[in-house]
C-alpha cells in the first residue's frame, strides 16, 4: 500500500504543479486588466458526411469552331484572341460585289413579273376593249362587201360577161379572208371583254414566285459570306486574316462560352455510385485569389474508360465575368468535392 501511495504522489506531481501555475496565471491577469473575455455558442450535434474529391479541369460550357459556308475572299477580320463577342456579332466577311450585282438584275426581274401578273389582274381598260369591238365592226363592213362582191362576181362569171377565172376566184379569196379577219376580230373582243383566262393569272403568278424564290436564295448566299458568332463568348483562335481566300467549310475562328463552365473530372468506378446529377459540388481553384466556387453535378457518363476505370463527370459553374475576362479559364486545375 506503501508503494502504491508512491507511485500516486509521483504521478500526479506535474498535475498539481500545472495546476499551481495556471492559478498564478490568472491570478496575475486578474491583478493587471481583470478576467479575459469569455465568447459562448450554442453547440448542435450533426451528422457530418464524409467527402469525396477529385481532381479535375475547367472546360467551357460551349466551344464553337464557326466556318465558311461559301468561297470567298477575305475583306473584314475585326477579331482577335481573347476578344468577347456578343451573339450575331461578325466575326468575318468576305467579299460581297459580285453577289450584290446578281441580286440587283433579280430583283428587276421581280418587278417586272410583278407588273406583268398584276396587269392580267386588273384586267383590260374601258378603252382597249372599246377599241377592239371598233376593229371587230369594221371586219364585219369589210366581209360584207367582200361577200357581196364575190356574188356578183359568181353571177357575171355564170352569165359569161367579160370575168374570168382568174378574177372570179381572186373574189373569192377576197371573201374568203374578209371573213377570217371577222372570225379573229370577235374573238379579240370576246377575250378583252371576259378578261384574260385564270390560267394565266395562275402561270403569272407561278413567275412571280419563282423569281421571288431566286431572289431570297441569292440574299441567303449573300448572309452566308458574313460568318457570326452563335453565343455570347470569347475568341480563342484566329484561322485567316483580311485578303486569304477561304473555301467552304474552312474554320475562320474559334468561339467559347465562359459565363458559364463545366469542371471536368474522372472518377473512379468504386466511386461513381455516390455521385449524382444535380449533387452540390465543391470546387477550389488554388490559381485564384478567390479560390471557391460552388457548382452542381451536370452530366455523369454511362461509359468508363476500359483502361482506366474512370467516368467523365461534368460540374457546372457559375462563372464570374470581370473587365478583363472571366475569373474562371479553360485548363485551369480545380478540386472537386462531393457529399452524397
Keep these: 500500500m506503501r508503494i502504491a501511495k508512491r507511485d500516486w504522489i509521483i504521478v500526479t506531481r506535474p498535475l498539481a504543479v500545472a495546476s499551481w501555475l495556471l492559478l498564478a496565471g490568472t491570478t496575475a491577469a486578474w491583478a493587471q486588466g481583470g478576467p479575459s473575455p469569455v465568447v459562448v455558442a450554442r453547440v448542435r450535434q450533426e451528422a457530418v458526411a464524409a467527402g469525396q474529391t477529385y481532381v479535375g479541369t475547367v472546360m467551357p460550357a460551349k466551344t464553337s469552331s464557326v466556318g465558311s459556308a461559301v468561297d470567298g475572299r477575305v475583306v473584314e477580320y475585326p477579331i482577335d484572341i481573347g476578344v468577347r463577342v456578343g451573339k450575331g456579332e ?19 426581274e421581280l418587278r417586272l413579273r ?25 371586219a364585219e363592213a369589210l366581209n360584207e362587201f367582200a361577200q357581196g362582191r364575190y356574188k356578183r362576181a359568181e353571177n357575171l362569171f355564170q352569165e359569161r360577161k367579160t370575168l374570168t377565172q382568174e378574177q372570179l376566184e381572186e373574189y373569192l379569196s377576197s371573201s374568203i379572208a374578209a371573213a377570217r379577219t371577222l372570225q379573229a376580230a370577235r374573238q379579240e373582243f ?89 449533387m452540390e459540388a465543391r470546387v477550389e481553384i488554388a490559381a485564384l485569389d478567390q479560390p471557391l466556387y460552388i457548382g452542381q453535378v451536370a452530366r455523369v ?40
Design 301 to 340: 457518363s454511362p461509359q468508363a474508360d476500359v483502361k482506366s476505370r474512370t467516368f467523365p463527370v461534368k460540374v457546372r459553374v457559375k462563372n464570374v465575368i470581370r473587365e478583363d475576362g472571366p475569373a474562371l479559364k479553360a485548363g485551369m486545375l480545380a478540386k472537386l468535392t462531393t457529399h452524397a
Design 190 to 278: 370576246q377575250m378583252m371583254s371576259k378578261g384574260p383566262r385564270d390560267e394565266s393569272i395562275a402561270q403569272a403568278q407561278a413567275r412571280v414566285d419563282a423569281q421571288a424564290e431566286m431572289v431570297q436564295q441569292l440574299k441567303d448566299q449573300l448572309r452566308k459570306h458574313t460568318m457570326i458568332s452563335p453565343f455570347d463568348g470569347y475568341v480563342v483562335a484566329k484561322r485567316t486574316e483580311v485578303g486569304e481566300w477561304v473555301m467552304r467549310s474552312q474554320v475562320v475562328a474559334e468561339v467559347v462560352y465562359m459565363d458559364e463552365v463545366e469542371v471536368e473530372a474522372y472518377v473512379l468506378d468504386t466511386q461513381i455510385d455516390h455521385v449524382r446529377i444535380g
Design 90 to 108: 461578325p466575326l468575318c466577311k468576305l467579299l460581297t460585289e459580285t453577289i450584290n450585282l446578281q441580286i440587283a438584275a433579280a430583283e428587276a
Design 114 to 138: 410583278t407588273e406583268e401578273l398584276r396587269e392580267l389582274q386588273n384586267g383590260m381598260r374601258p378603252e382597249e376593249v372599246a377599241m377592239a369591238k371598233a376593229r371587230m365592226e369594221s
